[in-house]
């Protein structure tokens, strides 16, 4: 009987480690799932965190090149205030002259208007 119940023992020990490894089977295909799950997440936010550089790449070029128009703006602006207040010199030093063919204000007049027309059409 010794031998039977040994048997018994060893049947039962066998039949709790089976149940055992069926659990730890069961568990480790569940982590494998989960992983895969995990890998395939990953994968997804590196395809997100890519796009989302490519955008702000995209936007800091944008932005540098609107900054550039920005900086042409105001120099053009500031160039065009400077003229503006040469022609109002020029308007307020001209001094009428007497009536002559083709004449109506003096020649220094003139020529500081004709230099002012000029000196616009370069820039």
Known sequence: ???????????????????A???QTVRVAQL???????????????TR?????????????????LTA???AC?????R?????ADRCVIIRGAKPVPARAG???DDATSRNAAVHINHSCRD
């Open 103 to 105: 004449k109506v204000v």
């Open 49 to 65: 965190i890519s796009l989302l550089e490519a955008s702000a790449k995209a936007l800091s070029d944008a932005r540098d090149g």
């Open 32 to 46: 494998q799932t989960s992983l895969a799950s995990m890998a395939k997440d990953l994968g997804e936010a590196n």
């Open 69 to 71: 128009q920005v900086e």
């Open 74 to 78: 105001q120099q053009a602006n500031v």
């Open 80 to 84: 065009a205030q400077a003229r503006a």
């Open 1 to 19: 009987m010794s031998n039977r119940a040994l048997f018994g023992a060893t049947g039962l020990v066998l039949a709790v480690l089976l149940a």
């Open 21 to 23: 490894l069926a659990g």
